[in-house]
């Protein structure tokens, strides 16, 4: 058997065109030009290439696109006083800070400090708090991408076993209360899950968000099952250079899957989409209507 390829940068590029022309019929008929600002500290290099990524993909889908830069010496006050000042403008309808921040930084502090109302990337913990009651709110990205990916394959999850390998607040735990509310049977396991091989072996649905690479192998598989490969990992390649992979075994696990992801190309693209449907959303609850739906 060899796996179908879920073509995250296909199904990412339909869905930014459903929200550029959404996002075109709110400012035609509101006079509401969505906005996104995106704040980065310092110079890492994979994360001015996310910046980019999004910053251009905002623009491309008709919303107001804003970069703060900030230099890896600033402080966690020059930070918060960004964070407050979008908080206030009103132009402003998200705002996501580039992860990981410089060590003099507590992340949870400046995550906190975001207007839950702007939490496009659903980090805050009253976001988290909506999610694991079942109420309306913005849906953190990577999850909501996991999901739309696999819908794309089954249409419904309902009844499906599904393992989630990874409980981290960003992705593993939002990912299995989605999970949930698309009446999945989920399994979260982790570092300290007995047989962890078996207990994937079990299952219809594998979302691999471990950060570690390669280490869903492939006879840990079910033969046909779908696996949503989450992680991206920078490992030696030929001639010095270095190449992606995911959390993975791509080459082997694509032999008995009956649908995989790519690493890259898969869950990222998806990502960045879910993010200005995010935005999109904000948007029209700070002006007191109801979002679209994708």
């Known amino acids: 058997m060899t796996a179908k390829l879920i073509d995250g940068k296909a199904i990412a590029a339909e869905l930014s065109l459903t929200i550029a022309d959404a996002v075109k019929q709110v400012t035609a008929q509101h006079g509401i030009e969505p906005g996104l600002a995106v704040v980065l500290v310092g110079d890492n290099p994979a994360s001015e290439i996310y910046v980019r990524s999004k910053t251009a993909k905002t623009a491309a889908t008709n919303m107001r696109s804003m970069l703060y830069k900030l230099p890896a010496s600033a402080s966690e006050a020059e930070l918060l006083e960004v964070v407050e000042r979008l908080n206030q403008d009103p132009t402003v309808h998200g705002i996501l ?105 079990r299952a219809d649905l594998v979302f691999a968000a471990v950060g570690q690479p390669e280490m869903v192998r492939g006879d840990w598989i079910k033969p046909g099952a779908t696996v949503i490969d989450v992680g991206i990992n ?20 694509k032999e008995v899957a009956g649908a995989i992801t790519p690493v890259p190309g ?25 979002p679209a739906r994708f």
């Open 234 to 253: 920078r490992v030696p390649g030929e001639g010095g250079k270095s190449r992606l992979v995911g959390d993975v075994a791509f080459t082997e696990a």
């Open 97 to 201: 800070v580039q992860l990981p921040l410089p060590p003099q930084i507590d992340s949870r502090k400046v995550i906190e400090a975001i207007s839950p109302a702007k939490d496009v990337d659903g980090f805050h913990p009253l976001t988290a708090g909506l999610l694991s009651t079942g109420l309306p709110g913005i849906v953190p990205c990577t999850p909501l991408a996991c999901i739309m990916l696999a819908k794309k394959v089954h249409g419904s999850l309902a009844g499906m076993d599904a393992v989630v390998i990874g409980r981290s607040n960003i992705v593993g735990k939002p990912l299995a209360q989605l999970l949930l509310m698309e009446n999945a049977t989920v399994t979260i396991a982790h570092s300290k899950t007995r047989d962890l091989p078996g207990v994937c072996r």
């Open 266 to 290: 898969g869950v990222g693209p998806m990502t960045i989409a879910c993010l200005l449907a995010n935005t999109l959303k904000a948007a029209a609850w700070a002006e007191g209507r109801t």
